[in-house]
């Protein structure tokens, strides 16, 4: 049923739960998994004379995260793993890789964000849940 699993993790995330889920899919559907950090370098908002140092310090930790959740997928049994790190707004980014890696289901974590909270910050998962062409399966992460 699923062949290839979508995992997006944020470079400051410990959304262990998504890892795990993933992990427990990989292994039922004997399936790889994408592990996705999209580095969010807008240039409106990377101006200055340290903007290319701090996105180098970013991409830099997007890179050691997706390493870190490869180590725990292997570690659980995930033999398939794929490394990928891109640059982009995120939401859009993760919606152009499913189909770059022709993902069947998608895992993402969410906050338990409530009201005028989650209204406000336009929460990537949401956006990824109206737009995926194929299931998201979140994972939720508990109160902020």
Same mark, same amino acid.
């Given at each position: 049923?699923?062949?290839?699993?979508?995992?997006?993790?944020?470079?400051?995330?410990?959304?262990?739960?998504?890892?795990?889920?993933? #992990?427990?899919?990989?292994?039922?559907?004997?399936?790889?998994?994408?592990?996705? #950090?999209?580095?969010? @370098?807008?240039?409106? &908002?990377?101006?200055?004379?340290?903007?290319?140092?701090?996105?180098?310090?970013?991409?830099?930790? #997007?890179?050691?995260? &997706?390493?870190?959740?490869?180590?725990?997928?292997?570690?659980?049994?995930?033999?398939? &793993?794929?490394?990928? @790190?891109?640059?982009?707004?995120?939401?859009?980014?993760?919606?152009?890789?499913?189909?770059?890696?022709?993902?069947?289901?998608?895992?993402?974590?969410?906050? @338990?964000?409530?009201?005028?909270?989650?209204?406000? !910050?336009?929460?990537? @998962?949401?956006?990824? !849940?109206?737009?995926?062409?194929?299931?998201?399966?979140?994972?939720?992460?508990?109160?902020?």
């Amino acid at each position: 049923m699923y062949d290839t699993i979508l995992l997006p993790v944020a470079p400051d995330s410990e959304a262990t739960r998504g890892i795990e889920r993933a #992990a427990d899919l990989a292994d039922h559907y004997d399936a790889s998994v994408h592990v996705l #950090a999209v580095v969010d @370098t807008v240039e409106e &908002v990377m101006s200055g004379p340290h903007a290319e140092s701090l996105a180098q310090r970013i991409e830099s930790e #997007a890179m050691d995260r &997706v390493e870190e959740v490869d180590d725990e997928l292997r570690s659980r049994g995930v033999e398939d &793993v794929v490394e990928r @790190t891109e640059e982009g707004r995120p939401f859009e980014t993760i919606i152009e890789t499913i189909d770059d890696a022709d993902a069947d289901i998608v895992v993402m974590p969410t906050h @338990t964000r409530k009201g005028l909270q989650r209204m406000l !910050l336009g929460s990537v @998962t949401e956006k990824v !849940l109206r737009r995926s062409p194929v299931p998201v399966l979140t994972v939720p992460m508990g109160q902020d």
